[in-house]
């Protein structure tokens, strides 16, 4: 078939794309472009074959081409965009994805591609908006709320991301990538058996994808299921037959997953250098650097450990300063609840005429993050009479119930009507039914470090609640806060340096002392170097403390913790092992750089009656 003996026909030209015949279809529109040089559909079909025969430069050209003929046109300005990304050239790409929204606003297609845009250029928060607008006009559209889930998780808002892939049941004939990013997004999420199958399902699609046997990897490291995650690391091909820059990143990041649990520094070492070159933007490059700090403390490297963690802030902050850049600064705190007391006066304020008793109440585990809360959480909950929900913010969340009847949080508290409180109860149960299922009889484990500064809130809700506050060395829980990949913005900034975590350890504190002395909860202090020296006699006392009876489920959380798989907090390789002192009094290696917080840590640790 040629133009020369049937009339050009753009329906059947396409068809012959669709068909793969791009250079017989790149012909078809060269002869008629040479007779008739502005045919537009031409021009369009000869610009897609080009650009799928992969000669991008020359579809640039031709996307360009178009954009002067039909400069009105927005799907030109949008493939010309698409183009110039392809061959890297990113500001180019995002005035012409500005112009084709201009020309179609509110156009989801433009907008996830904008999105994409930004995400590659490590504009994260930019990223974030365009893919929330793109679902926003278009809720069906699945990349878009895959990648806009993704980019939620990567500034830390957890929630949304789980809303926006929460219908992932009902999307039909998905593609193999965006099943795979949906497998690898359930797993990061915390819906991990969803995750595996979905990872699972993928695999069997696509036997050798490098991506879906990585995210295995990563996934079955995650839940302490070690020998299936090293079986599974054994049918990834090696990094030098890995077919692209992205697989070998995959392959690398399988083998650190490994690595973490049982490599020598150096071994972990070379790993993270292999990789940074593969990693970006930078601030993901992070997770790298405190994953070969853990390393290197395990193996008592102090100096190598502080220096993968100065780099794993730093490339942190890079985030951070696009999550919160009010956070950096001077005189900011990521803490400002901690500064908010309720006043002798407020308190004398409270009345209830009929407070849940102890029995119907939760048991709060609270402490300032890195005290020893999941090891409290994981003993808990072995106790069939006891049930946790790992970390939630069900106690903020009904705080935020306040505004709607104009009170201020602590000082309006007092001011509750008997209807309020009920509904503020009734709000908070209702939450936690979304997470767990009790049990007759069973008693709600709320632990929430944190909520150690919501103290007013938890006793004007629930007066007779059992209330345990994990106690560590503060300069213990200082290095330990400062080795983590924390993921909420507010921790990333409130960790990048010592002395930032000093000041906002020490507020958190002062928030308790104050808090407890004037409220006087029914309160258990748990010492974690006191815990772990005597951890019967510990058990004992706690279980008299909560009413347990028989606290002998206890002792043997350890093994509780790792039939259940995953736990969501940083902690999830020390709760499944049983209790030792590994951890108690690391921080003698680093007192040397811990030196210089020495000062504003010294009221806290003199009032706790620690030693330096």
Known sequence: MTTDDIAFSPAQVFALLQAGRHAHVEALSRMRLARVPDDVAARTLYAMSVQLQGRLREAVEAWRDLTRQRPSVAEYWNNLANTLRDVGEFSAAADAYRRALELAPGDAGVLLNLGFLEMEAGKITVAREHLLAAVRADPDLIDARLYGARACYECGDHALAQDLVRPWRQWLALRDEQRIELGSLLTLLGDNADGETVLLDALRRTPDETRVLASLVCLYERLNRLEEARAWLARLTSVENASDAASRQEVISAQIAIASRDADPARMRELVERLVPLTEPEHRRAGLYFALGKVCDRHRDASGAMAAFTQAHACQLLLAEQLVPHLLAPGSTALPTAAVHLSMDEFRNWSDASPPPVEESPIFIVGFPRSGTTMLEQMFDAHPGLRSMDERVYINDTIALLSPFGLRYPHDLGELTPPQLDHLRRSYWALVAKTVQLEPGQRLVD??????????????????????????????????????????????????????????????????????????????????????????????????????????????????????????????????????????????????????????????????????
């Open 447 to 612: 632990k929430n470090p944190l909520n150690m500064l919501r103290l007013p809130m938890i006793l004007r809700l629930f007066p007779n609640a059992r209330i345990v506050l994990a106690l560590r060395h503060p300069c213990d829980v200082l290095l330990s806060c400062y080795m983590q990949h924390f993921r909420s913005p507010n921790f990333m900034v409130m960790c990048s340096t010592l002395e930032r975590l000093a000041r906002s350890y020490v507020a958190a504190m002062e928030s308790w002392i104050h808090h407890a002395e004037l409220m006087k909860p029914a309160l258990l202090v748990s010492r974690y170097e006191d815990l772990l020296a005597d951890f019967s006699g510990n058990v004992e006392r706690v279980g008299a403390f909560l009413g347990l009876g028989d606290a002998t489920p206890l002792l043997s959380f350890h093994e509780h913790a790792r039939n259940k798989g995953f736990i969501s907090t940083p902690s999830y390789t020390q709760v499944i092992e049983p209790p030792n002192r590994r951890a108690v009094d690391r921080w003698r290696r680093y007192q040397a750089p811990l030196e210089t917080v020495r000062p504003i840590l010294q009221p806290v640790l003199e009032h706790w009656r620690y030693e330096w």
